[in-house]
């Protein structure tokens, strides 16, 4: 069965202190992973895709990373206002996106 | 990247009734989404809405309970109908793959209580 799974589930940082959030994922025929980030009460914000195992993209403090079996998200030197939940979600080549439950960040300053 | 706007973006309804919400795109795009967030859960698929033809429903969402209508190339409804509690969510609209990018993009929700 197709599936996405995210960890940890919830991350608390203190401001300045990086980390990397996880993606691992088993999908038949992997046409893209795409990351986004939900703030509380809105809808996800495009952040990513990734096509590749070995692929790198970057923006600003985030950098996602993609392997044959999982995908990172890391974030370095957080700010406050980069707490939010961050979404992986990869598209099958013949299917529709399948969403992770999400990694809820919270960077303290 | 699309400019995406829905109505409302929240309301609360009783049990027994039924809420229709707008989606409305700042351009012309083949492939609209419907999904459903519960709370604490990730994004479910409801239906795609191709204009021109009927939508496709994922497992466990039939179109008498969420009638989706897609008359044009910009805009498209769903309908929650006969709502319970259990119908509480935010549902968001969502298009694309476009033209050269697998991306979609996500408009901003309707956060929907039901009591």
């Known amino acids: 069965e197709d599936q996405v799974t995210q960890s940890p589930e919830a991350l608390r940082l203190q401001e300045g202190e990086s980390s990397s959030l996880n993606c691992s994922y088993t999908v038949s025929g992997l046409r893209g992973l795409f990351w986004y980030r939900q703030d509380p009460g809105k809808g996800p914000e495009f952040l990513f895709t990734?096509?590749?195992a070995g692929e790198e993209k970057e923006k600003e403090r985030l950098k996602a990373t993609l392997t044959k079996k999982e995908s990172f998200l890391h974030i370095t030197a957080p700010k406050p206002e980069d707490s939010a939940t961050y979404l992986c979600?990869?598209?099958?080549?013949?299917?529709?996106?399948?969403f992770g439950k999400g990694t809820k960040l919270s960077v303290k300053p | 990247s699309a400019v995406i706007s829905q109505k409302p973006s929240r309301d609360i309804c009783q049990r027994g009734t039924s809420l229709t919400i707008q989606c409305q795109v700042d351009s012309q795009v083949t492939m609209m989404f419907w999904y459903r967030q519960q709370p604490g859960q990730s994004l479910t698929l409801i239906a795609t809405a191709n204009q021109g033809s009927e939508a496709t429903y994922e497992s466990g969402f039939v179109i008498d309970k969420f009638p989706i209508s897609r008359p044009n190339l910009t805009f498209s409804t769903l309908t929650v109908s006969n709502m319970s509690p259990e119908d509480s969510s935010i549902y968001l609209c969502?298009?694309?793959?476009?033209?050269?990018?697998?991306?979609?993009?996500f408009g901003p929700g309707t956060r929907l209580t039901v009591l």
């Open positions: 969502s298009v694309g793959p476009g033209v050269g990018t697998d991306t979609q993009y």
């Open positions: 990734l096509y590749s």
């Open positions: 979600a990869v598209h099958q080549s013949q299917g529709n996106l399948i």
